[in-house]
Nanobody
Framework: QVQLVESGGSLVQAGGSLRLSCAASGNIFSINDMRWYRQAPGKQRELVAVITNKGSTNYADSVKGRFAISRDNAKNMVYLQMNSLKPEDTAVYYC????????????WGQGTQVTVSS
């Protein structure tokens, strides 16, 4: 089985920075796209950023220029550097990845809370 475990969520003041990490473990042969989603209270889960196994990235308009997604393929990890945080960035952030074991599956982490105070 595959597990994704996020870390790095915290309470931070507006304008501050945080770095989220997500570690994938298990019987992993390879990982394709890795993503960060977030879900704020009362809102639908939204895609924040995605990175391919070649390093191509894409971002939601709301975070472009402020967030940066990266990955370490050797460690099966993905990161989200979040700068210039705003109160509207407050949400539970989830890691998501397309992982090939003996079949391709999409896996989710349990989430990490990010709270931005004004």
């Amino acid at each position: 089985q595959v597990q994704l475990v996020e870390s790095g969520g915290s309470l931070v003041q507006a304008g501050g920075s945080l770095r989220l990490s997500c570690a994938a473990s298990g019987n992993i042969f390879s990982i394709n796209d890795m993503r960060w989603y977030r879900q704020a209270p009362g809102k639908q889960r939204e895609l924040v950023a995605v990175i391919t196994n070649k390093g191509s990235t894409n971002y939601a308009d709301s975070v472009k220029g402020r967030f940066a997604i990266s990955r370490d393929n050797a460690k099966n990890m993905v990161y989200l550097q979040m700068n210039s945080l705003k109160p509207e960035d407050t949400a539970v952030y989830y890691c998501n990845a397309d992982v090939y074991t003996n079949y391709m599956g999409r896996y989710w982490g349990q989430g990490t809370q990010v709270t931005v105070s004004s």
